[in-house]
């Protein structure tokens, strides 16, 4: 036998005694067809003989009328069947990491997982609250004051925002499940080596995010009750586990951990300074993740905060490293968790996108209430704060250098060919085609929702 043969034996041979053991009790108690033949002619042999054979105490139960070899038998097999039940609980924590990197995704594995990384990792928790109804809610007939009139600043401009106080936010954390998408109940990714290898020259696509066709990618706007889209990590079935965008075995194990709420950034290329929160109540430095992506160039730009090196800590940031970027551009890289936050936090309830370049400044508990609880909303995003046309914003892009002229031109192009028009009022109550995207905010996966297949087809 092979090493893993001996292997898979040796842990789980309990299972297979079980099974043995089971069929052993099949033979002596169960078919018509056999044994039963066998104990109905022994039966009547004892009555010829004139002996009756009494179920001592097992009368009521159905044994009443066996033969002693056959409750022998009958209970040695249950005996066997007990020992190859505790041999195969024993063993479920090793089932569980041979399953681990297929069903890391699915609520099942989590929670299959969750006591061996519980062991390994603090595990991130919603708080447990006492929940009222606000009527009036403090924030209603709340205005925003007009921007400052000075025609010469075109940069984003203070934004005044009605948030509640900690205690009047987190009130209002809804229920688990409230979000449960009424169409969508199973969404699953796509998963195979073979989708992350271009299947003709000239198709569009990555190794990463696959090639699917048009046809697939305009089912995946087609919401149906079960759906399997492209969303990145093709490679594999762990997201950061050889599929490109790879991240080590203790920070994936915290990000499964991480089962409430979720604030995520990243700076790719040392692009920019990092920003630390900032107002972050003791609650929320309790029970809300913070995690921020940098590449090995940034991480070296890090190594000058206090203890970051044995740490990998600075301030409330947790800097997770990624290695094998799939793309070149740090801007594309910087996608990945921007829009696949649902791929690499499968057992959050809330996330918060904030873009590197940003420094947060109110908690994350008055951010959530504000902008999804209040007016029970699954996704919210930034819209520009100067452009709301496509066509425009691609000008911008192609003046600041930002892509290659040539492929916006052709992207502009398939957007023209698929019925975009440039923005204009006629689109009210859309207020604008253009989202910036420097802070998104979401219920990710932890209720089925549309917010996750949103962020699969915007990336």
């Given amino acids: 036998m092979s090493e893993r043969g001996e292997e898979w034996r040796g842990r789980y041979g309990g299972l297979a005694m079980g099974v043995n053991a089971a069929r052993r009790l099949w033979w002596m108690i169960g078919s018509e067809s056999g044994s039963a033949r066998r104990w109905r002619g022994e039966k009547e042999k004892e009555k010829r003989m004139g002996g009756v054979v009494a179920g001592v105490g097992l009368g009521s139960v159905g044994f009443a009328g066996m033969s002693s070899r056959r409750v022998a038998g009958m209970w040695s097999a249950l005996l066997l069947i007990g020992l190859s039940l505790v041999m195969i609980l024993n063993n479920v924590s090793l089932i569980g990491q041979h399953v681990e990197g297929s069903v890391r995704e699915s609520g099942d594995a989590a929670n299959l997982l969750r006591s061996e990384i519980g062991k390994r990792v603090k595990v991130m928790v919603l708080p447990e609250v006492g929940r009222k109804v606000l009527n009036p809610h403090p924030c209603d007939g709340y205005t925003v004051p007009p921007p400052p009139a000075d025609p010469k600043r075109t940069g984003p401009r203070p934004c005044p925002v009605c948030y509640l106080d900690e205690e009047g936010a987190l009130s209002q954390l809804p229920v688990e499940g409230k979000y449960d998408s009424p169409v969508l109940k199973r969404l699953s990714f796509m998963s195979d080596p073979a989708a992350a290898k271009r299947p003709s020259s000239g198709a569009p696509g990555s190794a990463f995010g696959g090639y699917p066709s048009l046809e697939e990618r305009a089912a995946s706007f087609d919401v149906r009750e079960e759906m399997k889209v492209h969303c990145g ?65 940034t991480e070296a730009s890090l190594n000058d905060y206090d203890n970051f090196k044995s740490s990998k800590q600075v301030g409330l940031w947790r800097v997770v490293v990624v290695h094998n970027l799939p793309y070149r551009d740090a801007r594309r890289t910087g996608k990945i968790p921007k829009l696949l936050l649902h791929r690499l936090f499968p057992n959050v309830r809330f996330s918060i996108w904030v873009d590197g370049k940003l420094e947060l400044v109110q908690d994350p508990y008055k951010i959530l209430e504000r902008f999804l609880w209040r007016t029970n909303e699954t996704f919210a995003i930034s ?22 002229n040539k492929s916006i031109d052709s992207q502009i192009d398939f957007y023209k060919k698929e019925g975009l028009t440039p923005y204009s009022a006629a689109k009210l109550p859309i207020t604008s085609d253009v989202p910036e995207g420097c802070v998104i905010i979401r219920i990710p996966p932890g209720s089925i929702s549309e917010a996750r297949l949103v962020a699969c087809c915007k990336f």
């Fill in 233 to 297: 990590f093709v490679k594999g079935p762990t997201p950061g586990l050889g599929t490109g965008y790879d991240i080590d075995e203790e920070n994936r194990e915290a990000m499964l951990a991480c089962r409430g709420v979720v604030v995520a950034s990243a700076i790719f290329g040392n692009y920019d300074q990092l920003q630390q929160p900032k107002n972050i109540t003791d609650e929320s430095k309790r029970s809300v993740c913070f995690f921020m992506f940098v590449d090995e160039e």
């Fill in 383 to 404: 819209q520009h704060y100067k452009r709301f046309d496509v066509f425009m914003e691609a000008e911008a892009n192609k003046a600041a250098a930002k892509y290659n």
